[in-house]
């Protein structure tokens, strides 16, 4: 029976990897490159200035990731599990980075892609797939988070124009964004409109004080009497059910993309207990350490295979969005747990940037809480589980 004697190498124990396709593999190792080259010696420093550099859209662009699980249009039309690695190589790195990958491709280019016209589609999608243009995805509010169906920005009718109104908070590249995909309430239910970021009334102010997230811009939008063309709103779909399909997309993007960033505090933590000496010995040769490391590799296992099977899943068009809630809130949970366990093993320098264990912890509250906080994702399962819904 093989066996693997070598420490570094026990983060793939269960050779998941092994399981990809070549296409798949080749993905992986060009996105974990770039990473390696232009995000890691930095992403510490963005972290700490609270910024993510708006050149790195077109060099992601450059190499086909964004909106990749598209067709068409200039995107790159790979499958699922393909645009899952990426999101993982990209959390591995910094939740931030993946977060830009994920709002541009699921949130702001496929809702295009799938309920937009054919002119939206043709001016919008090609400069966003090349990292041209930068979109965003407005659907939170600030009264309203959890539950939009109770949104107050509204767009009436105005001869052929439509006047749009009203606040979004918390929205991922609100500010550096030139078009805004923007879910308001209408006569006909909540629709989709298409705000061009120089459409007059639309205004943007970043978030400050964010203590997660860091290498990610967060930004308010305000709408005042935005006056918009009726070709600027998306013909294809029609109440809540347009913003919530694009959030399964995008959480399909979570569940693997935490495991990224569980594997590298696993990594890092596994390397530190091979290294630090405390007591005239290894902190990796005392049994608690062991302990805490075992749990953390079988929690990143399990994680991983659930990422590749929800995977196969999509790809297979079986998907459904309760086994996309179970992968998100279980996912984002074991990648926080990894994440902390990690940071006690680093001891005093588990707090520091130094090392990227507490970025990614903190990173981790954000990916909790957005597309869906926890809970959400647990009443979910709980209403396919009992026929009950909880919600109210
Ligand atoms: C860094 C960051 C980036 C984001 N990017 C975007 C973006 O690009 N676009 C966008 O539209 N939004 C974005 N969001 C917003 C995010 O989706 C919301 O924060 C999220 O949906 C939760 O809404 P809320 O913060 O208003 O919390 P609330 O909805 O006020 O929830 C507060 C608490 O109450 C719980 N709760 C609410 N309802 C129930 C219930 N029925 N039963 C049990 N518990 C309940 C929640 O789970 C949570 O614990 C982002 C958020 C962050 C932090």
């Not at 068409?72 to 830009?100: I, K």
């Not at 090392?355 to 994702?377: D, F, M």
Request: with cysteine; net charge neutral.
């Amino acid at each position: 029976m093989p066996r693997s004697t070598d420490p570094a190498a026990a983060v793939d124990l269960l050779r998941i990897d092994d399981e990809l396709t070549d296409e798949e593999r080749l993905v992986r190792d060009t996105v974990r490159d770039f990473a390696a080259k232009r995000i890691l010696p930095n992403v510490a420093d963005w972290f700490e200035a609270g910024i993510l550099p708006r050149e790195l859209a077109p060099e992601l662009g450059q190499l086909g990731l964004l909106g990749m699980h598209l067709t068409g249009y200039g995107c790159a039309g790979m499958g699922p599990v393909a645009y899952g690695v990426t999101c993982r190589e990209m959390e591995a790195a910094d939740s931030g980075l993946r977060s830009l990958v994920s709002v541009q491709g699921s949130l702001a280019m496929f809702p295009i892609w799938k309920y937009g016209s054919e002119e939206q589609k043709q001016e919008w999608l090609p400069r966003m797939a090349a990292g041209e243009a930068l979109g965003c995805f407005g659907l939170t509010e600030p009264d309203h988070g959890s539950d939009p169906s109770g949104m107050s920005t509204v767009a009436r009718k105005d001869g052929s124009d439509w006047v749009l109104n009203g606040a979004k908070m918390w929205i991922t590249n609100g500010s550096v964004a030139d078009i805004a995909v923007v879910w308001a309430s209408t006569e006909h239910g909540i629709r989709g409109f298409l705000v061009p970021r120089a459409a007059k009334g639309f205004s943007s102010r970043n978030i400050h004080k964010k203590l997660s997230l860091r290498a990610s811009v967060t930004s308010e939008l305000h709408f005042d009497d935005v006056r918009l063309p009726d070709s600027a709103m998306l013909p294809g779909v029609q109440g809540l059910r347009g913003p919530l399909s694009c959030l399964s997309e995008a959480r399909f993007g979570i569940v693997w993309g935490v495991t990224g960033a569980a594997r590298t505090c696993f990594e890092v933590a596994a390397e530190y207990a091979r290294t630090r000496e405390q007591f005239g010995r290894k902190i990796g040769g005392f049994q608690l350490t062991q302990g805490k490391l075992a749990w953390m590799l079988a929690d990143l296992q399990r994680a991983q295979l659930l990422a590749l099977h929800l995977g196969r899943l999509k790809a297979a068009g079986k998907i459904t969005p309760e086994q996309v809630s179970l992968g998100k809130m279980s996912n984002v949970r074991t990648a926080i747990d990894i994440a902390r366990q990690a940071r006690t093993i680093l001891g005093a320098n588990g707090v520091t940037l130094e090392y990227p264990v507490i970025r990614h912890a903190n990173n981790l509250e954000s990916v909790l809480t957005y597309e869906g906080t926890e809970e959400v994702h647990a009443l979910a399962l709980g209403q396919a589980v009992t026929g009950i819904s909880a919600y109210r």
